[in-house]
């Protein structure tokens, strides 16, 4: 099972992207090598069709595994952004990542909206409609398997993207 998921994992960041809507792009210069915080928010999101709150009605298992999907989001990005910035659970950090989920399919399909902000609320970047790339038509495992294998995907194109817009100098 564990090669059957790997070997999606594979075709899914394999998978033609979608393009991202970078609408805000005001890095200061001194960001180089910061760590940032990450929050990801469900609280709006449609899932399966569902509020959060329906959702976790439906589906017993998605306070216990939401964690997880944050975990995979933020280990994705990390992935993708390489090692001149960290991202992670830093309270303390002078930036922080706010991911707004719009939308989880039954695929597990995540479309999402991701600012960076400062202590200070200032936002320097957005990126809106960000996905990890062309949904498939069917994908195996349960719903939340899937979500796990998007969160990953998805996080790592968040990753590519910010390693693409910060500044590196």
């Known amino acids: 099972m564990k090669k059957k998921v790997l070997i999606m994992l594979f075709m899914v960041i394999?998978?033609?992207s979608y393009a991202q809507n970078v609408t805000k792009n005001n890095f200061p210069k001194n960001m180089k090598g910061a760590r940032m915080n990450l929050k990801m928010d469900f609280s709006d999101a449609l899932i399966c069709g569902m509020s959060e709150e329906e959702f976790s009605n439906y589906e017993k298992d998605w306070e216990e595994d939401k964690p997880?999907?944050?975990r995979n989001f933020r280990s994705g990005a990390n992935v993708g952004i390489g090692k001149s910035y960290k991202i992670g659970d830093y309270r303390d950090a002078k930036y922080t990542i706010v991911i707004k989920v719009n939308?989880?399919?039954d695929d597990g399909y995540i479309i999402c909206d991701a600012d960076i902000i400062?202590?200070?609320g200032n936002v320097y970047f957005t990126v809106e409609e960000l996905t990890g790339g062309k949904e498939p038509p069917f994908m195996i495992g349960?719903?939340?398997?899937?979500?796990?294998?998007?969160a990953t995907v998805t996080g790592k194109k968040l990753g590519s993207i910010l390693k693409s817009e910060l500044p590196n100098k």
């Open 14 to 16: 394999a998978a033609s």
């Open 68 to 70: 997880t999907i944050v």
């Open 103 to 105: 939308t989880i399919t």
């Open 118 to 120: 400062d202590s200070s």
């Open 142 to 150: 349960t719903k939340l398997a899937r979500m796990k294998i998007w």
